[in-house]
Nanobody
């Protein structure tokens, strides 16, 4: 079971950018799909973006498409989420997850990080 550690969260203003990172321990990182989910207070965890073994298989939620970019560096066992034009509605705890394929539902992911807080002020 891999350990996933997110970083890069913070407090920003609307319109700013952030880049989140998630580094996985263990071997075989390149064989897994990786995803980002987020959870705002009082809401269910929701899909943000996912990437397959290569950057040829990428998906985004409609709410972030065109503003967020998911990418991975298999040599560093790391997946990134570059976020631009941030909005107050993007405020949430952001989690990375590892699974066998880039799916949109949390139940398809076996390993999760502890989360990193992103707060966007108006």
């Amino acid at each position: 079971q891999a350990q996933l550690v997110e970083s890069g969260g913070g407090v920003v203003q609307a319109g700013d950018s952030l880049r989140l990172s998630c580094t996985a321990s263990g071997r075989g990182f390149s064989r897994y799909a990786m995803a980002w989910f987020r959870q705002a207070p009082g809401k269910d965890r929701e899909f943000v973006a996912a990437i397959g073994w290569t950057e040829g298989a990428i998906g985004y939620d409609d709410s972030v498409r065109g503003r967020f970019t998911i990418s991975r560096d298999n040599s560093k066992n790391t997946v990134y989420l570059s976020m631009t034009s941030l909005e107050p509605d993007d405020t949430a705890i952001y989690y990375c997850a590892r699974g066998l394929s880039p799916r949109r539902l949390p139940r398809f992911y076996d390993d999760w990080g502890q989360g990193t807080q992103v707060t966007v002020s108006p």
